[in-house]
Antibody, heavy 119, light 107 residues
Framework: QLQLQESGPRLVKPSETLSLTCSVSGGSISSGDDYWAWIRQPPGKGLEWIATVHYTESTYYSPSLKSRVTISVDTSKNQFSLKVDSVTAADTAVYFC???????????WGRGTLVTVSS | IVLTQSPGTLSLSPGERATLSCRASQSVISNYLAWYQEKPGQAPRLLIHAASRRATGIPDRFSGSGSGTDFTLTIDRLEPEDFAVYYCQQYGTSVLTFGGGTKVEIK
């Protein structure tokens, strides 16, 4: 069955770029109906949608993060990625990757990875 | 669209009914509203989509209702494993938003 797994550095210095990858296994990232997203959750706080990508490279961003975030897809590797520029302590969070079919609700999630921004 | 969930915390005993509210700042297109359950150290789990449709494998003690700007998640006969944080989320626009969450705790 389809599974998602986040990977990337767990510690990032302030002002640097946070980079994460989500590997999709058990199925193809190129399914026409599937959209792929990043969602984050600061410690002790709620969920925040960051961005979504389709395998055709259509992208959608949260307005509050759009100026610092890039989401991309690599169909040859069955992965999609997130970059957040100029990070600060406020970007410390558990980052989840997720699928939403037809841009609907998130029906499949990765386990999440905690990224800490600290010098 | 801003989603406001209430109450922030709900203290109940096993076997009781939980009623959680999610209010949107504007009408949610096509009632595209979902509910998720989150437990510590786990990813959120989809419970309800399209306001009232249970996701695959979700017990029927979970039900969703509402339309427009007012939505409700009801949990009948709380089981010990239901004590968790619940989030609503709208997907009626291309800017997706979550509510702030309601914690259901054991009284």
């Amino acid at each position: 069955q389809l599974q998602l797994q986040e990977s990337g550095p767990r510690l990032v210095k302030p002002s640097e770029t946070l980079s994460l990858t989500c590997s999709v296994s058990g199925g193809s990232i190129s399914s026409g109906d599937d959209y792929w997203a990043w969602i984050r959750q600061p410690p002790g706080k709620g969920l925040e949608w960051i961005a979504t990508v389709h395998y055709t490279e259509s992208t959608y961003y949260s307005p509050s993060l759009k100026s610092r975030v890039t989401i991309s897809v690599d169909t040859s590797k069955n992965q999609f990625s997130l970059k957040v520029d100029s990070v600060t302590a406020a970007d410390t969070a558990v980052y989840f990757c997720a699928r939403h079919v037809n841009f609907w609700s998130f029906d499949l999630w990765g386990r999440g990875t905690l990224v800490t921004v600290s010098s | 669209i801003v989603l406001t969930q209430s109450p922030g915390t709900l203290s109940l005993s096993p076997g009781e009914r939980a009623t959680l509210s999610c209010r949107a700042s504007q009408s949610v297109i096509s009632n595209y509203l979902a509910w998720y359950q989150e437990k510590p150290g786990q990813a959120p789990r989809l419970l309800i989509h399209a306001a009232s449709r249970r996701a695959t494998g979700i017990p029927d003690r979970f039900s969703g209702s509402g339309s427009g700007t007012d939505f409700t998640l009801t949990i009948d006969r709380l089981e010990p494993e239901d004590f968790a944080v619940y989030y609503c989320q709208q997907y009626g626009t291309s800017v997706l938003t979550f509510g702030g969450g309601t914690k259901v705790e054991i009284k």
